[in-house]
């Protein structure tokens, strides 16, 4: 059992080199841009907030596997989720992405992770058609709402959550609200981050075609900005 306890932006940011070129060119764009991410302060008062009125379903959006385990960034996505459960801010959890950028359906591999950290499996649901950010945020909360759910939240690392805002309140629903994680949080947590010995093979597809073999630039670029989405999904 492997501690995990050193998380923080510049730990993110040493690991770039581990995520997808999608995510690090984001990373770098919030990196230069004032107000591009929520602070540790004003992360904490939203979840002061949270912590009054229990989501009935929070969002978390997925994270490629890489090289057959997840990476860092999926593991305090994860234990984010785990930690919103465990204090009852969050009634349920779903899982949200497709196999993007490699073979794993991410949603599902998330789920398989969180369970192995103990929330119990019928209080965690997946979306396995989102391919973008804005989708992830977009497609669960249809299908969420579609299932009886009805106060829903979306948890991310600063950045992501950050950059959905305006999309979540624009395109989705004014009533989404945002639980960015904390690191101070996730550092201070006990027991230790550790990596669960999981079977990953109930979330393997083949064939497998990556997004970028998929589709152009260009429309890659269209799906980040949510003009990909298809409005008939879980509706």
């Known amino acids: 059992m492997s501690a995990f306890t050193n998380i923080s932006f510049n730990n993110m940011k040493q690991n770039q080199a581990m995520v997808p070129f999608r995510y690090t060119l984001l990373l770098f764009i919030l990196g230069l841009l004032p107000g591009c991410s929520y602070t540790s302060k004003s992360a904490t008062k939203m979840l002061l907030r949270s912590s009054q009125k229990p989501y009935d379903l929070v969002v978390v959006p997925g994270v490629p596997i890489e090289n057959g385990k997840w990476s860092q960034i999926m593991k305090i996505r994860v234990f984010w989720a785990k930690y919103l459960y465990d204090r009852g801010i969050a009634k349920n959890i779903m899982f949200s992405g497709s196999a993007v950028y490699s073979p794993w359906i991410e949603a599902e591999a998330m789920a398989l992770y969180a369970k192995a950290l103990g929330i119990p499996a019928e209080n965690i649901y997946t979306e396995t058609k989102a391919e973008h950010s804005t989708e992830n945020i977009y497609y669960s909360y249809h299908k969420a709402r579609k299932m009886g759910f009805r106060s829903i939240a979306l948890a991310s690392d600063p950045f992501q959550t950050k950059l959905l805002k305006r ?65 008939r999904l879980y509706r």
């Open 167 to 231: 999309f979540s309140r624009k395109k989705v629903s004014p009533d989404v609200e945002l639980l960015p994680m904390i690191f101070d949080t996730l550092r201070n947590l006990q027991p230790p981050m550790y990596d669960p010995d999981i079977d990953l093979s109930t979330a393997y597809v083949a064939p497998f075609v990556s997004l970028p073999e998929r589709e152009s630039f260009r429309k890659r670029w269209r799906g980040t900005r949510g003009k990909n989405i298809d409005e």
